[in-house]
C-alpha cells in the first residue's frame, strides 16, 4: 500500500499537463478559519518552515502540497555509486546532491534546496495572479518536496475563512473563500482535515460547518485542534478530543503550535516537536499517544491510503470509461488532411448519398422528432396539397347570376332553345384555373424541403463537414443553386399541366358520359315543355295585341318635346327569381361543372406529385454528386476548400493530449497489483 500515494501523485502531475478536472483524484483539503494554525500544521508535517507568514489573509491561492518520501543523501548516493537507482527514487531527484528539496510545476526543472527561497516563490506567484494587497485566486499553486523525514501525503491548503475584507479584497470576499473551499471540499474523493483553535468554541467553527455540509455524516472528515497551550487555566481539551462534544467519525487530534516568539527567535521545528510531546505527556497523559504533529502525519498518510485504496476501482472505471469517450470524441474530428483530392471526394460522395438516402427514407440518422426527407415530400402529396384540392368547391365563387349572364351571353342577340355548349366550357375553365395556385404551392413547399434536407445532411450525416466551413458553405452554395435551376422549370410544368387541362375541355371523356346524358335529358324535357305552352301562347299573344291597339304608345315620348329615349339606362337587377326554365340552365350547368371538374382534379392531383418527382426531386438526385463534383472538384480551390476551422484543431489538440493523459493514467493504475491494495 505504500505505492498509493506516489502512484495518486503520479496522477496528478499527468492530468494537470491537460489541466483536466474530469478526474476528481483522492487528496487531502485542509480548511480553517484566519489564523487557526493551518499553516502551522503544514510546517509540522514537512519538518520546515516554508509557508508565507504574516498578518490577514496570507494563503490566497490554493496550494497542492505533495510530499514525498525519499531515502537519506548518503543512502542514495551509496545506492547510485553500486547498484543503480533505488527503486524508492525516481529520476526526477536521482543526481540532486540534497538532503530535502522542493519544485514548483510553473517552474519547469528548477529546484529549490533553500526553503526561504521556496517561500519566496509562493509568495511571488501569489502575487502575479491575486494582486499584492490580499487579494485571492482560485488558481492553484503546485509544490512538491521531497525528503526523508516527511511520509508520502497530498495535501491541499486553502485560504483561510474570513469574514470583513481588506485592501483591495472585494466585499463578497467571504462567499469568495467559501465557494472555492466548497470546490475542493466537494469532491467526493477528498479527505477534509478541519483545523479548529481550543481557544475557541466548536460550536462556532466556520471549518467544521463548511465540512457538515458537504460531508454531513462526518465519514470524510477528521479534525485537528490547534493551540491547546494557549487555552485559558483551569481549562482543557479533553471533552474535545474524545469526541464527546462533536463526535467525528474519522478521530479527532490535538496538536501544540509554534508561538509567534518561537518563529521570530527561528526556534527549529524538531525542538518545537520535542517541547509539543513534553506539553501532552504533562496535561494530556492519557492521549499522548493518540495527539502531536508526529501521530497527525501518521494518521493522514495511513487514511489518505486505505482512502486511495477504495476510490482505486471506481477511479480505474472512470479513466476506462473517459477514455473510450475521448477516443470517440477524437475520431469525430478526424485525421489532419493529407490527400486533399482523395478528401474532397470523399465528402462530397458522402454528402450526396446521404442527401439522396434522406429522400428515400434509409438515411443512418433518422429524426424522431419531426417528419423530414422522402416523409416530408409525401405528407406535402397525399396530405397537404391532397387535402387542400379536396377542400376546393367545384362551384365556389360562381352564383346563378354568373352562370344565367355567361348563358346569354353565349346565345348572342337570338334567345337559346338549348342550354349552349360554350357558356359551360367558359365557366369550367374559369373554376378549373383555381386548382393551378395550390399545384404551384405544392412545388414550393417540395423545394423548401429539399433546402431542409442539405441542413439536415450537415449537421446529423457528414460530420466531416463541420471540420471545413468554406467546403460546407460551398456545397450548401452548389446544392441550392441546382434545386434554385430546376424550380422555375418544375412550375412551368406544372403550369403547363394546368394549360393542358384548360386547352381542351373533352365532353367525351368516359367518365363525363353519364353528365352528358343528364344535360341531354334535361334539354328534351325543356323542348316538351316548350311545345306544351305554344298554343297557350298564341292565345295569350292575339289578346295582348288587341289590348295595345286600343291603349295610346306607352315608353316613347311624343317628338315635338325632343327628347331622345335610351332602352340601357334601365337598371339590370342584380338579383332576382329565376324563371324555371333559368332554374334549369342553371341546374344543367352546375352539373355539368361539378363533374367536369372533379375529373380535372383528380387528374391534377395524380399528375402533379408526378411532375415534381420528375423533374425536381429525381433530377437533384441523379445529378447531385456530378454537379457537387463538376462545380468543387478543382486544383485551384482544394486548398482553399479543406482549410480546417481553428476551433476543429484546437479541439482535436485538446482531445488527443486528453486522451494521452488516460492512458497514461490507465497504465499507472495498472501497475497497481491486486496485493498492494490489502
Given amino acids: 500500500m505504500d505505492t498509493l500515494i506516489p502512484t495518486i501523485n503520479r496522477l496528478q502531475e499527468v ?113 502575479r495572479t491575486s494582486g499584492e494587497n490580499k487579494g485571492i485566486s482560485p488558481e492553484p499553486i503546485y509544490l512538491k518536496i521531497f525528503s526523508p523525514k516527511v511520509l508520502n ?103 501544540v503550535n509554534r508561538s509567534q516568539h518561537d518563529i521570530n527567535t527561528q526556534k527549529k521545528l524538531e525542538d518545537s516537536m520535542r517541547d509539543e510531546q513534553a506539553f501532552l505527556q504533562r496535561h494530556y497523559p492519557s492521549l499522548a499517544s493518540r495527539a502531536g504533529s508526529r501521530y497527525l502525519a501518521k494518521t493522514l498518510s495511513r487514511l489518505l491510503m486505505h482512502h486511495i485504496r477504495d476510490c482505486l476501482p471506481e477511479l480505474k472505471t472512470r479513466v476506462t470509461v473517459l477514455s473510450a469517450q475521448y477516443q470517440t470524441r477524437l475520431n469525430s474530428y478526424g485525421q489532419p488532411v493529407e490527400d486533399h483530392s482523395a478528401t474532397l471526394l470523399q465528402i462530397v460522395t458522402k454528402f450526396a448519398s446521404d442527401y439522396c438516402h434522406t429522400i428515400e427514407g434509409t438515411a443512418r440518422y433518422i429524426q424522431t422528432s419531426e417528419l423530414c426527407g422522402g416523409a416530408r415530400i409525401c405528407y406535402i402529396f397525399h396530405e397537404t396539397f391532397g387535402r387542400t384540392l379536396q377542400s376546393i368547391d367545384p362551384l365556389g365563387g360562381l352564383t346563378e347570376l354568373d352562370i344565367l349572364t355567361a348563358i346569354r351571353n353565349a ?79 418544375t412550375n412551368e410544368m406544372v403550369h403547363n399541366l394546368v394549360a393542358i387541362e384548360l386547352a381542351y375541355i373533352n365532353t367525351k371523356h368516359p367518365d363525363f358520359a ?108 441523379e445529378h447531385l454528386q456530378s454537379e457537387l463534383v463538376g462545380q468543387l472538384y478543382k486544383q485551384t480551390l482544394l486548398q482553399d476548400l479543406l482549410i480546417e476551422s481553428q476551433d476543429t484543431a484546437q479541439q482535436r489538440t485538446e482531445v488527443a493530449q486528453m486522451l494521452e493523459a488516460l492512458k497514461k493514467a490507465n497504465n499507472i493504475i495498472s501497475e497497481i497489483r491486486e496485493t498492494h491494495l490489502w
Avoid at 95 to 116: P, R
Avoid at 421 to 446: D, G, H, T
Wanted: include cysteine.
Fill in 514 to 621: 353519364d353528365a352528358a346524358q343528364v344535360s341531354a335529358s334535361v334539354n328534351s324535357q325543356q323542348i316538351s315543355h316548350c311545345q306544351a305552352e305554344t298554343l297557350d301562347g298564341g292565345k295569350r299573344w292575339k289578346n295582348e295585341k288587341v289590348a295595345e291597339e286600343k291603349a295610346p304608345p306607352a315608353g316613347f315620348g311624343s317628338p315635338s318635346k325632343g327628347r331622345a329615349i335610351n332602352l340601357l339606362d334601365t337598371a339590370v337587377p342584380v338579383a332576382r327569381k329565376l324563371s324555371s326554365r333559368e332554374q334549369r340552365d342553371c341546374e344543367v350547368i352546375q352539373r355539368l361543372i361539378n363533374c367536369y371538374f372533379l375529373i380535372v382534379r383528380k387528374s391534377i392531383q395524380d399528375s402533379v406529385p408526378k411532375t415534381v418527382m420528375h423533374f425536381l426531386v429525381n433530377f437533384v438526385k
Fill in 153 to 255: 501525503l497530498t495535501l491541499v491548503d486553502l485560504p483561510g475563512i474570513t469574514k470583513v475584507p481588506v485592501g483591495d479584497q472585494p466585499e463578497d470576499i467571504e462567499a469568495q473563500v467559501q465557494e472555492m473551499i466548497l470546490s475542493f471540499i466537494s469532491n467526493p474523493n477528498s479527505l477534509i482535515l478541519s483545523v479548529s483553535p481550543a481557544n475557541s468554541d466548536l460550536a462556532t467553527s466556520d471549518a467544521l460547518k463548511l465540512a457538515r455540509e458537504v460531508d454531513p455524516d462526518g465519514r470524510r472528515t477528521l479534525l485537528v485542534v490547534s493551540k491547546l497551550d494557549l487555552m485559558d487555566a483551569g481549562t482543557d481539551a479533553l471533552e474535545v478530543l474524545l469526541g464527546r462534544v462533536i463526535p467525528v467519525k474519522l478521530g479527532i487530534i490535538g496538536v
Fill in 15 to 127: 492530468f494537470l499537463t491537460v489541466g483536466a478536472e474530469v478526474i476528481q483524484l483522492p487528496q487531502i483539503v485542509v480548511v480553517g478559519s484566519q489564523s487557526s494554525g493551518k499553516s502551522s500544521v503544514l510546517e509540522s508535517l514537512v519538518g520546515r518552515d516554508f509557508l508565507p507568514r504574516g498578518s490577514g489573509i496570507v494563503t490566497r491561492r490554493p496550494l497542492v502540497l505533495q510530499l514525498v518520501n525519499i531515502a537519506p543523501l548518503q543512502e542514495r548516493q551509496k545506492t547510485e555509486n553500486g547498484n543503480g537507482i533505488n527503486q524508492n527514487a525516481s529520476n526526477s531527484y536521482s543526481g540532486v546532491k540534497a538532503e530535502e528539496w522542493g519544485t514548483f510545476l510553473h517552474c519547469k526543472n528548477q529546484i529549490f534546496t533553500d526553503f526561504q527561497q521556496i517561500r519566496q516563490e509562493i509568495e511571488t506567484e501569489t502575487e
Fill in 411 to 489: 346565345t348572342g342577340p337570338r334567345p337559346a332553345l338549348f342550354v349552349p355548349e360554350v357558356s359551360f366550357e367558359l365557366l369550367a375553365k374559369r373554376q378549373i384555373k383555381r386548382l393551378e395556385e395550390p399545384s404551384l404551392r405544392c412545388v414550393e413547399l417540395v423545394h423548401e424541403e429539399l433546402q431542409r434536407i442539405i441542413q439536415h445532411c450537415s449537421s446529423y450525416s457528414t460530420q466531416e463537414l463541420l471540420r471545413f466551413p468554406k467546403l460546407h458553405d460551398s456545397i450548401v452554395e452548389v446544392v441550392t443553386g441546382l434545386l434554385r435551376k430546376r424550380l422555375p422549370i
